[in-house]
């Protein structure tokens, strides 16, 4: 398994927003500059994040955004999600019917939830106060 380079640079940003006062104000001109992550893709993340609800967004003249939860609350497995959505290992464990040509005799597909879970507990054991140290 390995993170998209979208997961990578969010948890990037997260740890940079996350080594910050608490409360204070976060661009994402500011986090671009300071994590070499490209702008456009440091805006975009900033948005998929916020949606996720990990970090506040603030309108207005001297808006931008702050960390929604304290460091403690927020772990990888919730940024990954942010921004790559729920933890599914194979195509057969997402819900929607897909075609194989195991089905039939697959013995394995009915553990993948399982195994998706036991990953996303893993990552989630992780908070982002242990990866801005």
């Given at each position: 398994m390995r993170l998209t380079h979208l997961a990578d640079?969010?948890?990037v940003l997260m740890t940079a927003a996350a080594r910050r006062e608490t409360g204070e104000r976060l661009s994402a001109?500011?986090?671009?500059a300071e994590t070499g992550v490209p702008l456009p893709?440091?805006?975009k993340l900033m948005g998929l994040l916020a949606n996720a609800g990990?970090?506040?967004s603030m309108r207005g003249q001297g808006g931008g955004f702050s960390?929604?939860?304290d460091v403690v609350a927020i772990s990888l497995a919730d940024i990954v999600e942010a921004v790559?959505?729920?933890f599914v290992m194979t195509q057969c464990a997402d819900g929607v019917n897909h075609e194989c040509l195991?089905?039939?005799h697959c013995r394995v597909k009915p553990h993948m939830g399982i195994i998706g879970e036991r990953v996303r507990g893993a990552l989630g054991a992780v908070s982002l106060q242990e990866l801005a140290q």
């Open positions: 640079y969010a948890v001109n500011e986090l671009a893709t440091a805006q990990l970090l506040r960390l929604n939860r790559e959505g729920p195991l089905d039939k």
